[in-house]
């Protein structure tokens, strides 16, 4: 089969592009990724249930040993991402270590690396919230928005 035939439209080239990469493309193992995300994405819940206990136990409330577990998640994150150890895990399990809170640990910290070859402030401290920017601002203004209906719509006393 000749690929591109200068006598057919470019879209039949196309056509025929996307079947040849379809023939010879792996296919990924689906069911195996899924079982590693939720796996992982579990056991790093998991370790944040432990942490709130172990907070509470030590005679912090509810919402305390929270802030306190969330702090412990975010630096161990950090740290990880920091030696390496965080991407090596990712590689594995995928969706799972993005969607609790350490993914945002670990989308805040993986731009600075990359960037502090160009120096601490240049470098670092302008590529730390390359990622997590955009949702912090978001985050923000969609409270606030929330805040403002909520006092001229609300439930009044």
Partial sequence: MR?????????????????????????????????WAFGVGGFICLCGQFLNIFFQR????LLDAG??????????AALLTGLGIYDEITRFAGAGTIVPITGFANSMVAPALEARSEGMVLGVGARLFTIAGP??????????????????????P
């Fill in 3 to 35: 690929l591109f035939d200068p006598s057919k439209p470019l879209e039949m080239q196309k056509q025929q592009y996307q079947e040849l990469v379809n023939r010879v493309s792996p296919k990924p193992p689906i069911l195996r990724n899924c079982l």
């Fill in 58 to 61: 030590l005679g912090l409330n």
């Fill in 67 to 76: 802030t306190a577990t969330s702090i412990v998640l975010v630096s161990l």
């Fill in 135 to 156: 949702i912090l601002v978001f985050g923000i203004v969609t409270a606030w928005l929330a805040g403002v209906l909520y006092y001229f719509f609300g439930p009044r």
